[in-house]
């Protein structure tokens, strides 16, 4: 008689650095992408107008250098940041709406008391309270990530 | 009727019998990339071979390049669209591999294109650790809601974790637990709709083909090809009554529901007043689904009401079990 296997509680892994999961989540890519495009109208010198590569090159930087201290703090914490558990405490309203539904940021607090926030979202995207979840925190900042988003 | 379904069933005798796990269900490659097939990705490697074959310019004064040179473009967006599938299958067969079932709890149940007629789901879980996973899309009605516990695997690599229902012919365990053992009859698997069965008429066919050939003294290379599919015809309508008769015979039954009803095109000439025939989409109620034979208008369900599956123990697939009448009225 062979008896159905029993699920069990798994062994943590801990979840490999990844460069493009990090570009994605820190939404780096959009900085990246305008200014590849910069650099591929660079080519087109005697048709293309000026303004787009204007624009296209001012954009990227400027997405760039908005992005970059979350992205390095996102990388910190991915590289050498302290794993811990939390739990979800609350969603926290924002000012942002996606076709009349408010966007949300999912709030919570680790094992060591620090809170931290998601970033915006559906409210149904996130896990409700009281759901366990697993953060990376900045060695630098101290600033907690989730697991998910990075 | 109403009778034999108030009497109470069987007595339930769970955990005796040998249950699907992950070792058992065959879960090759093919069947792993279909589960979700990357439909992007053969469409465009489809045009590049299309493209491939574009004729070049034959006119002395045509301006211009052929077509042809698009191909290899396309070839490579064709292998860029397929990338997901392939981390994905490798993911799910590393996770396949190695490692246990690890019981979850879906946290949420994200909405996808609320706006839709028939909106796609995708649930999350979180593990007792408390990693979290999501599931591919779901494009079915049922999904485990929220709190259900379920079964996920964890690819050691990377730690990422697969819903068993992400997974193609795997049973759920919940879903087996309790329902009633099967009686052993096999009254129903006489020809087990094998008429309704593609494999069956491409081996009739394919043996009438052989029969003309051999006949008009073709070349024996060409009277092969016939006789191939003959053979694979065969085989397929063999399995599959084999597997329909192990499904009667000790097969679990699972209660699903009649989801969709697939029909003939054409309706007018194939019988009066519209009553025909259908192949019967169902689920379960833990989002597994799959598809009936072609069965004859009398013993197709209505959309919504009941139907029994019985599970192969062998290998994955589920046989609908059709019963006369059922589901007609306040039979229950």
Redesign the interface.
Known sequence: ??????????A?????F?LLRLLWASRMWVALALLAFAYVLTFETQTTPLYPKILSFVGGVGFGVWRLPDTLSMWRAARAGEIR??VVTSKSPSLWYSNGVPLMRMVWRDASGASGQSRLG?A?????PN????VYADPKTGRTWW??EL | MSVQRKTPGPTIVPDQTVQPDATDVSTSLVALVFHRPPWLALGLALVAILLSQAPDPTNPDATGVSASVFALPMLSLAVVAALPTLLRVLSQKRALASGDWISARVSTVETLRSDAVLPRHRIMWTDPVGRAGRSLVIRKRWVPPKGTTIRVRQDPTNGRQWWEGDFPGIIPEAALMGTGASAGSTKGARLSGAWSRIGTWVAIFGGVFTVMLALSGAPSLLTSLPVIALLLGLRSTVLHHRAFDRALRFGKRLEAKVIRHHTAPISRISSLKNRRGAAMEWETRRGHFGETDYVAADRVIEIGKKITVCVDPVKAPHFGKTRKHQGKGDAG
Request: glycine share 4%; no cysteine; aromatic share 6%.
């Open positions: 008689m062979s008896r159905p296997k029993r699920a069990t509680v798994p943590f892994v801990a979840r490999r990844a558990q939390a559906h149904h995207r996130f896990p409700g759901t366990k979840i697993i697991e998910d």
